[in-house]
């Protein structure tokens, strides 16, 4: 099995930046890609982007364009989510994720909180 742990969170204001990162242990070479979704309460968990590590191929998704970033090294099984232009939406639970060769999110971290204020 794969672990997962994510850090960076933490409390922010409006406007600011934050960087998270998640490390992946364990059974690594069934990872092909990894990625980040965010859940914010009584909200279904939402896709923010993810890279492949062949290629390095990067997909975001649309609260993400323009103002995240995804990258990674594959040699240290950890990507990064670099986020800028903080808005009070994007406070939520961050959650980190692999993919296996088929494209497939398949493994998860417990999550780290990050919080915009005003």
């Known amino acids: 099995q794969v672990q997962l742990v994510e850090s960076g969170g933490g409390l922010v204001q409006a406007g600011g930046s934050l960087r998270l990162s998640c490390a992946a242990s364990?059974?690594?070479?069934?990872?092909?890609?990894m990625g980040w979704f965010r859940q914010a309460p009584g909200k279904e968990r939402e896709f923010v982007g993810a890279?492949?590590?062949?290629?390095?191929?990067?997909s975001y998704g649309d609260s993400a364009k323009g103002r995240f970033t995804i990258s990674g090294d594959n040699a240290k099984n950890t990507v990064y989510l670099q986020m800028n232009s903080l808005k009070s939406e994007d406070t939520a639970v961050y959650y980190c994720?692999?993919?296996?060769?088929?494209?497939?999110?398949?493994?998860w971290g417990q999550g780290t909180q990050v919080t915009v204020s005003s």
């Open positions: 994720t692999t993919q296996a060769a088929s494209g497939k999110y398949n493994y």
């Open positions: 364990g059974r690594t070479f069934s990872i092909y890609g």
């Open positions: 890279i492949r590590w062949s290629g390095g191929r990067t």
